[in-house]
């Protein structure tokens, strides 16, 4: 299974990004999708998940202004991202687990498959 993220950029603050991962290697698409982001010095942290069925969950810290989505025909998802703020400058990175939402679903260690990472810096 490969994942390939895109989309990153720079924009100011208040801006928005849409950023997309398409999965590649799967028979099927029974699986949790997940976005994740880094800043430097920083460990990865949970943004959001989404199962096939389309149950999200979302960190507190962008609730409210992102949106994650799936297309399960095209083997893609998407992370919505809007009102931009510095803070949320990092390298984001999609994840796989194979199955549905599993407890721990917050930690880059349950998932199997990861993206490359694609840099969103927002500038004040």
């Known amino acids: 299974v490969q994942l390939q993220a895109s989309g990153g950029g720079l924009v100011q603050a208040g801006g928005s990004l849409r950023l997309s991962c398409v999965v590649s290697g799967r028979r099927d698409s029974y699986n949790t999708m997940a976005w994740f982001r880094q800043a430097p010095e920083k460990e990865r942290e949970f943004v959001a998940v989404?199962?096939?069925?389309?149950?999200?969950i979302y960190s507190d810290s962008v609730k409210g202004r992102f949106t994650i989505s799936r297309d399960n025909a095209k083997d893609m998802i998407y992370l919505q991202m809007n009102s931009l703020k510095p803070e949320d400058t990092a390298v984001y990175y999609c994840?796989?687990?194979?199955?549905?939402?599993?407890?721990?679903?917050?930690?880059?260690?349950?998932?199997?498959?990861w993206g490359q990472g694609t840099l969103v810096t927002v500038s004040s």
């Open positions: 989404i199962a096939r069925t389309g149950t999200t």
């Open positions: 994840a796989e687990d194979a199955g549905g939402i599993r407890p721990g679903y917050t930690r880059a260690s349950r998932y199997d498959h």
